[in-house]
């Protein structure tokens, strides 16, 4: 298994585009992470069926959030992609999420070349407000059965913030 974060850029973010490497499909109850020291993918957990992704997570590599994991990604597509591809995604929004009080973004893409829904989705309007409330459920929720209210949606922004907290995300890891 290659090591993402050697042989993948971050992509062109600065344009609204980055590289991301799935982690989770969309449905999927298997909380897997990239383990950057063995450079693998492991299963950390197996989630109740209630709290099935509600959409494909990632995450952009050779970044580092405040929480010392690569900066997330949730990639809305019409389908699920399977863990350890790669692809590059359009930047539409950001969601500012506290985990264990400590900050947790969450980037929004799209596919950058989706020719099934083409250009229809440029920004988290166009999602929709349900698409942004389920999503926010699942994230405020989804550790409760083992540790309540340690997770906290703290609002969205744009593509602008998310390009900025991208850049922040990039000069961190060039510090470790």
Avoid at 36 to 51: C, H, Q, S
Avoid at 104 to 115: I, L, W
Wanted: with cysteine.
């Amino acid at each position: 298994m290659p090591d993402f974060n050697k042989v993948l850029e971050t992509g062109d973010y600065q344009n609204g585009v980055v590289n991301t490497v799935v982690e989770i499909p969309e449905g999927s109850i298997l909380k897997i992470e990239w383990d950057r020291k063995r450079a693998a993918f492991m299963l950390d957990r197996v989630e109740p069926g209630i709290y099935k992704k509600p959409c494909s997570y990632g995450f952009i590599p050779q970044t580092l959030d405040e929480d010392g994991d690569e900066l997330d990604t949730l990639i809305v597509c019409d389908e699920p992609l399977p863990t350890g591809i790669w692809l590059e995604a359009k930047i539409i929004g950001i969601m500012n999420f506290e985990d264990d009080g400590e900050a947790d973004h969450k980037v929004v893409v799209v596919p950058a070349d989706d020719r099934n829904s083409g250009d229809r989705i440029n920004s988290l309007a166009d999602l929709g407000e349900r698409w942004q409330q389920q999503v926010a459920e699942h994230f405020t929720h989804y550790k409760d059965l083992k540790k309540p209210g340690s997770t906290k949606v703290l609002g969205w922004g744009e593509a602008a913030e998310a390009k900025t907290v991208i850049g922040q995300c990039i000069e961190r890891y060039k510090k470790q």
